[in-house]
């Protein structure tokens, strides 16, 4: 079936840091992917999604780029700030999102002044 | 923008009782809504997809008697688990469609279960 791996938490980093949490996926068909992000004591929200190959999928500094050939999505940012403080997780849908999707375990992002 | 809301965020509840948890789509209608289970250091897993009007469609290896499911209008659907156990204590979340527009999924805050 299918599965998502994402790099394991918690990833603590310094303002104005590079970010880049890996994730990497197994699907049976042609996958949608996604990252969401949950900030405390709020639900999940979609950061970024991308639906084909080579696609870029980008939102507040975000970006991540749909990588068939070595079934990777990782999530980067040049420069993370405190409020990214957060835990983000990657996800795949076989069904563009319409359907349940497929999640990683989540990366819990720690930014320090 | 739209907000999907958990009610509760916490519950305590002894063995052997029944524990309902609502999720509700507060400014769209949504014919679909999902439900997924989190144990600490896993992934969200998918449990099952509840449809409005009809029954829920469960994943593999998950008991449709243990937990119910009811999606009896657009705006809201609840998880009963029923006779609860400590190995069900988890992070419930469920998620919505907004199909108005683009199959846009928005997620509730999620709702801790302890049974004890």
């Known amino acids: 079936g299918d599965s998502v791996t994402q790099m394991e938490g918690p990833v603590t980093l310094s303002e104005e840091a590079c970010l880049t949490i890996n994730c990497t996926y197994t699907a049976t068909g042609y996958p949608s992917l996604f990252w969401y992000v949950q900030y405390p004591g709020e639900g999940l929200q979609l950061l970024l999604k991308?639906?084909?190959?080579?696609d870029k999928g980008s939102n507040k500094g975000f970006e991540a780029t749909y990588r068939k050939e070595t079934t990777s999505f990782h999530l980067e940012k040049g420069s993370v700030q405190v409020s990214d403080s957060a835990v983000y997780f990657c996800?795949?849908?076989?069904?563009?999102?319409?359907?349940?999707?497929?999640f990683g375990k989540g990366t819990h992002l720690i930014i320090q002044p | 923008g739209a907000v999907v809301s958990q009610h509760p965020s916490w519950v305590i509840c002894k063995s052997g009782t029944s524990v309902k948890i609502e999720c509700r789509s507060l400014?769209?209608?949504?014919?679909?809504m999902f439900w997924y289970r989190q144990f600490p250091k896993q992934s969200l897993m998918l449990m099952a997809t509840s449809n409005e009007g009809s029954k829920a469609t469960y994943e593999q290896g998950v008991e449709k008697d243990k937990f119910l499911i009811n999606h009896a209008s657009l705006t809201l659907s609840t998880l009963t688990v029923t006779s609860a156990h400590p190995e069900d204590s988890s992070f419930y979340i469920c998620?919505?469609?907004?199909?108005?527009?683009?199959?846009?999924?928005?997620f509730g805050e999620g709702s801790w279960l302890t049974v004890v």
């Open positions: 996800a795949l849908s076989d069904r563009g999102g319409a359907d349940g999707l497929t």
């Open positions: 998620s919505a469609r907004d199909i108005d527009p683009g199959n846009t999924i928005y």
């Open positions: 400014d769209f209608q949504a014919t679909t």
């Open positions: 991308a639906t084909k190959a080579d």
